[in-house]
T-cell receptor, first 112, second 113 residues
């Protein structure tokens, strides 16, 4: 397995547009996590799935953010009506039920 | 309220010497602690972890120490190599909270040849 992959690696969008990011986790992993990292800060937890169930979503930054993992494999993170403050690195990680999380390379979003 | 803090934003050491990176936490529910290394434009790479039932875990050149009473952990790298130069993040999780990670702000380590 090649690890966690994310697509796209970079996204530039205009304010007000919707964007969607994809994450493919390590295939044997049950859990999938989304984080956001802004410059000079550590990653900040957004939401996570166990198989296809979204077990925590209260940390999503606003109702413009949503995530899905429809078949318990890949996941998507959507941001509607993007704002300049959404510019950040969006990271996906996966793990077994316990243990360390393995991160993908991230998607860097720039909102102009 | 920062539950995980790395008070040193940067650290510079000579190649071959020991690097010690520190991390403090406030949440008593944290029971699993991890260190990640991050290069620019890449995702964090897992280095080493420790469960709250232990006070030390070693993996090659990397050792993590946990002092639960002080709510403090540290990462020791011996000997330090120029390729270790990166940003290091401390993270903590609670098993009763889905293991979501709470990260510190990071410490930039520079190892000089």
């Amino acid at each position: 397995d090649t690890g966690v992959s994310q697509d796209p690696r970079h996204k530039i969008t205009k304010r007000g547009q919707n964007v969607t990011f994809r994450c493919d986790p390590i295939s044997e992993h049950n859990r999938l996590y989304w984080y956001r990292q802004t410059l000079g800060q550590g990653p900040e937890f957004l939401t996570y799935f166990q198989n296809e169930a979204q077990l925590e979503k209260s940390r999503l930054l606003s109702d413009r953010f949503s995530a899905e993992r429809p078949k318990g494999s890949f996941s998507t993170l959507e941001i509607q009506r993007t704002e300049q403050g959404d510019s950040a690195m969006y990271l996906c990680a996966s793990s077994f039920l316990t243990g360390e999380q393995y991160f993908g390379p991230g998607t860097r979003l720039t909102v102009t | 309220d920062q539950q995980v803090k790395q008070n040193s934003p940067s650290l510079s050491v000579q190649e071959g010497r020991i690097s010690i990176l520190n991390c403090d936490y406030t949440n008593s529910m944290f029971d699993y602690f991890l260190w990640y290394k991050k290069y620019p434009a890449e995702g964090p790479t897992f280095l080493i972890s420790i469960s709250s039932i232990k006070d030390k875990n070693e993996d090659g050149r990397f050792t993590v120490f946990l002092n639960k009473s002080a709510k403090h952990l540290s990462l020791h790298i011996v000997p330090s190599q120029p390729g270790d130069s990166a940003v290091y993040f401390c993270a903590a999780s609670a098993s009763n909270a889905g293991n979501m990670l709470t990260f510190g702000g990071g410490t930039r380590l520079m190892v000089k040849p």
